[in-house]
């Protein structure tokens, strides 16, 4: 079992950064790869980016490629998401949560929300105009 908690979310003006993280704890030796997604209210929860446990490969959704930066700091077993200039439409409660073992490594397969075993509660992030 692992434990997720995001941490980082609150308020900001359009244009402004936000960093959040993700503490993991128990099993953690089982984590390979860590994801964030977020769901605005209504919407599907949407795939953001996704990153290894070195740190070393990452991958990102269009949207927010070039704007958010996803890391890694093993040691502490945290994932953070970096956030710059935000925009009204990112507004939503954003999620971590660890790719399932023993999936393929594909695109499809990483933002694929199913294939993620475990989440955080998530944290509201609100960006006003």
């Known amino acids: 079992q692992v434990q997720l908690v995001e941490s980082g979310g609150g308020l900001v003006q359009a244009g402004g950064s936000l960093r959040l993280s993700c503490a993991a704890s128990g099993s953690t030796d089982t984590i390979y790869y860590m994801g964030w997604f977020r769901q605005a209210p209504g919407l599907d929860r949407q795939f953001l980016a996704v990153?290894?446990?070195?740190?070393?490969?990452?991958y990102y959704a269009d949207s927010v490629k070039g704007r958010f930066t996803i890391s890694r700091e093993d040691a502490k077993n945290t994932v953070y998401l970096q956030m710059n200039s935000l925009k009204p439409e990112d507004t939503a409660v954003y999620y971590c949560a660890v790719f399932g073992p023993g999936l393929p490594l594909t695109i499809a397969a990483v933002t694929g929300q199913h294939n993620y075993r475990y989440w955080g509660r998530g944290t509201q992030v609100t960006v006003s105009s």
């Open positions: 990153v290894n446990y070195t740190g070393t490969d990452s």
